[in-house]
């Protein structure tokens, strides 16, 4: 193996691209000015008005939304990383099995 082959490896890139970062945040951390809490400055707002706590208890809905959305993007991906070399019909019976799928989910409700 020669050094840039070394070099190019995705781990040598990760461990490269974090101290990247690392130095980086140790020299934003240092040309910052010092936080001071003071008036509203700790406060969270929302386009310049202060922000009320509010809670927000989403239903059983939610959660065959994001199950259906888990479902087609897997399918999507699927059908995206197919080889050339495998006939049409398996692609669309995998598609028809997922329609069912999404069918039977919906019709639950």
């Known amino acids: 193996?020669?050094?840039?082959?070394?070099?190019?490896?995705?781990?040598?890139?990760?461990?490269?691209?974090?101290?990247?970062?690392?130095l980086l945040y140790v020299w934003a951390r240092r040309?910052?000015?010092?936080?001071?809490?003071?008036?509203?400055?700790?406060?969270?707002?929302?386009?310049?008005?202060?922000?009320e706590a509010q809670t927000y208890l989403p239903g059983y809905e939610f959660f065959y939304v994001a199950l259906f959305f888990t479902v087609?993007?897997?399918?999507?991906?699927?059908i995206a990383i197919v080889p050339a070399g495998v006939p049409l019909p398996v692609p669309i019976a995998y598609l028809i099995i997922i329609a069912l799928a999404?069918?039977?989910?919906?019709?639950?409700?």
Request: with cysteine; glycine share 8%; hydrophobic share 50%.
């Open 102 to 109: 999404v069918t039977v989910l919906r019709w639950e409700q």
């Open 31 to 51: 040309v910052a000015p010092r936080f001071s809490p003071y008036g509203d400055r700790t406060m969270p707002y929302v386009g310049g008005e202060a922000c």
């Open 72 to 78: 087609v993007h897997v399918a999507v991906l699927i």
């Open 1 to 22: 193996m020669t050094p840039v082959d070394i070099l190019a490896s995705p781990f040598a890139v990760m461990i490269l691209a974090l101290g990247g970062a690392y």
